[in-house]
């Protein structure tokens, strides 16, 4: 919990796992008080090892560490093309338009918010940084509802 503005706020963790190493990544998410990694990969499959989702986790869950797949809240194809393409006003409108602000995401959204309210949560996708992906506007939209962002990079 944070307080900020005179009230307690939850907190939301962001992470991409560019870059990092399946022991590193957990050690991250340990130190950083995580409960809960909500994978929001429309895909959840990596040529990176350990990070599919079955090996990513039974890896969260040898750590102590819980594991969900929030598959209706990952980018369309066009959208992480465009992710790829570092343009992220691109990649943003899509995401928003073809996932956010339809029915079904709204419904996914709000679960998400749901699990993040019950305990520490942390959003994961690929890439490092969180200007180039579709969790920042989840994030936003989380804290929207009230929680503040952190951005972890291990």
């Not at 022991?23 to 090892?49: C, I, M, P, Q, Y």
């Not at 520490?120 to 804290?143: I, K, M, N, S, Y």
């Amino acid at each position: 919990m944070f307080r900020g503005e005179g009230r307690l706020q939850k907190v939301l963790f962001t992470i991409g796992y560019e870059g990092l190493d399946s022991e590193r990544f957990v050690a991250t998410l340990k130190d950083a008080g995580v409960a809960t990694l909500a994978d929001v990969r429309a895909v959840a499959n990596s040529r990176k090892r350990g990070f599919s989702k079955n090996a990513l986790k039974t890896s969260l869950e040898e750590a102590g560490l819980a594991y969900a797949h929030a598959r209706e809240l990952g980018t369309p194809k066009a959208g992480r093309e465009a992710a790829r393409a570092h343009d992220a006003a691109l990649m943003r409108r899509i995401y928003c338009e073809e996932v956010l602000d339809t029915a079904d995401g709204g419904l996914a959204l709000d679960a998400l918010c749901e699990l993040a309210a019950r305990a520490p949560t942390c959003l994961l996708c690929f890439e490092r940084d969180p200007e180039r992906c579709h969790r920042r506007v989840l994030a936003e939209r989380l804290e929207a509802a009230g929680f503040r962002t952190v951005d972890l990079f291990g």
